[in-house]
């Protein structure tokens, strides 16, 4: 070996230990850093001497060379990964739901003073005073509008379940244009990463930029991600390109679903937008979900995240082509109680007499033509007009209060319309079922967070900067600094012996 090996060997230990003090600063650098992953140089064992060949010199072995810096790489665990993705994907789609529930809620406002139950018990209450004095003028007005004030409440409730239908159909647009986005970036990665890694290199911080916008399009829809290798040259342990495609249940990609191709013997590197359809009727329900051309079933697609729990809110054609859906259904049970009440009530109410005997009674609510029956139901304006057209009496004379105490039964009476169960009855199920399924989404809200965040804090211990770790690295990696120099210097003392004191020559 030349006798200047030493201070190669020494100016090769420099240069390893500076690199892994730079990484060290670069990871306290990045401490706070959304995504960050912290990296590590790993060092490895420089060729010794000498190489394995047949002209080698006789030594009884071979003697070190030295160090020199591998690879930097990242400390990332792809089963977390796979793991936080799934349950952030679970976490996306309970809180959407609850929210959306937490709105329904509010709007029906039950119990309260000020909620249809209420309202209804005060129309009801009217009709027994009306019983009791039937041609008190008075109590015929409170009717009227005990009447029309449930009337507008159903009104009320209709036009607001629509307006905030309205507001999701746009954060579901919203929520697929931030999805399409994200894929095209994931994309853009994925050509940049190709370019790097063919020469070898690690794209660490475009891996990181790359977990992270997948971190974020796993909390809109359920994925499934698949690594690939970019080049035949690309180092062993770098991360490659990766295919997404949307998941199943289980985790499992649909068939014909890619959203972001890196598979290169499949083609060349692409992403596929998402889009939704919507019906012109049934509540312009959404009807599927298209990916490359694809059409995917509301049902399967995406088990989980924040896309799947708006449409479950919002409303979707289901397979029997009917719409299903949360904020449809409350809708529907609506129209089907205002419709049956009003039946009911006209049915008695046209039955009875009003003060002005020598008229027919008139049906004591109308259902706007075209309109649904919750959103279209109010008072007969002639009735409001004039009360004394409210038929209180069974026929046996202006004293008669019978049809008013009648007419205060339908609220209690079952309804072959309502499956055999009174106004007051159904109305109950239905808040009941809204409260039931209010409480499984924030439950669920709870236990996904919970799970997410214990997966998430795993995946951090391996993958976060630890500042006292970073800072033990740093003494270390300056202690080795200090030792190699003090070895170049060793070396140095050595070749200047040699050089400037060994012997006079041609004095």
Do not use: C
């Not at 290199?201 to 992270?212: E, G, M, S, V």
């Not at 008695?348 to 020598?358: R, S, V, Y």
């Amino acid at each position: 070996m030349s006798t200047f090996h030493g201070l190669e060997m020494a100016k090769q230990a420099l240069f390893a230990q500076q690199s892994a003090l730079y990484t060290t600063g670069h990871n306290i650098s990045n401490a706070n850093t959304e995504g960050y992953t912290r990296q590590r140089v790993n060092f490895e064992t420089a060729s010794p001497f000498p190489p394995a060949s047949r002209n080698r010199p006789e030594m009884a072995g071979q003697m070190g060379t030295g160090v020199e810096t591998g690879t930097v790489q990242r400390i990332r665990n792809q089963f977390l990964d796979h793991q936080f993705r799934a349950e952030n994907s679970a976490s996306g789609y309970w809180e959407t739901k609850a929210d959306a529930l937490s709105r329904m809620e509010s709007l029906m406002n039950e119990p309260s003073e000020t909620g249809l139950s209420e309202t209804m018990d005060q129309f009801w209450q009217s009709l027994q005073d009306l019983s009791v004095n039937p041609e008190d003028s008075g109590a015929r007005t409170v009717v009227g509008q005990r009447g029309q004030a449930a009337a507008e409440t159903f009104n009320y409730f209709s036009d607001s379940l629509s307006t905030i239908r309205s507001d999701l159909r746009k954060q579901i647009d919203h929520k697929v244009d931030n999805a399409n986005s994200i894929l095209e970036q994931i994309n853009d990665i994925n050509g940049q990463v190709k370019n790097v890694e063919t020469h070898g290199q690690l794209a660490n911080d475009l891996y990181d930029k790359r977990d992270r916008l997948i971190d974020e399009l796993s909390g809109i829809v359920n994925i499934n991600v698949e690594h690939t290798e970019s080049s035949d040259s690309a180092s062993d342990i770098a991360d490659g390109l990766v295919t997404i495609k949307l998941a199943d249940d289980n985790g499992n990609a649909l068939e014909d679903s890619v959203l972001v191709n890196g598979n290169l013997e499949n083609g060349n590197l692409a992403f596929n937008d998402i889009s939704v359809g919507y019906s012109e009727e049934n509540y312009q329900a959404v009807t599927d979900i298209t990916v490359n051309g694809e059409d995917i079933q509301v049902a399967s697609f995406a088990s989980t995240g924040a896309l799947k729990g708006l449409i479950e809110s919002y409303g979707y054609a289901g397979e029997d082509g009917e719409t299903q859906g949360d904020y449809p259904e409350m809708r529907d049970n609506l129209d089907t109680m205002a419709a049956a009440f009003a039946d009911a009530f006209n049915r008695i109410h046209t039955d009875g007499e009003h003060l002005k005997g020598e008229q027919e009674a008139e049906p004591f609510f109308q259902i706007e033509p075209g309109q649904s029956a919750a959103a279209g139901i109010t008072v007969n304006e002639a009735i409001l007009n004039d009360p004394d057209l409210i038929a209180a009496s069974n026929g046996s004379g202006a004293g008669d209060g019978g049809n008013a105490s009648d007419l205060a039964d339908v609220f209690d009476e079952p309804l072959d319309t309502l499956d055999n169960t009174s106004v007051n009855g159904f109305y109950e199920s239905i808040i009941g079922d809204m409260g039931v399924k209010a409480q499984e989404a924030n439950r669920m809200t709870g236990n996904t967070g919970v799970l997410k965040s214990q997966v998430e804090q795993q995946r951090m211990s391996v993958s976060s900067v630890s500042l006292d770790e970073e800072m033990s690295n740093m003494i270390k990696f300056q202690h080795a600094y200090n030792a190699a120099a003090r070895s170049m210097t060793a070396v140095d003392e050595m070749v200047d012996r040699v050089i400037n004191n060994m012997g006079l020559v041609g004095r």
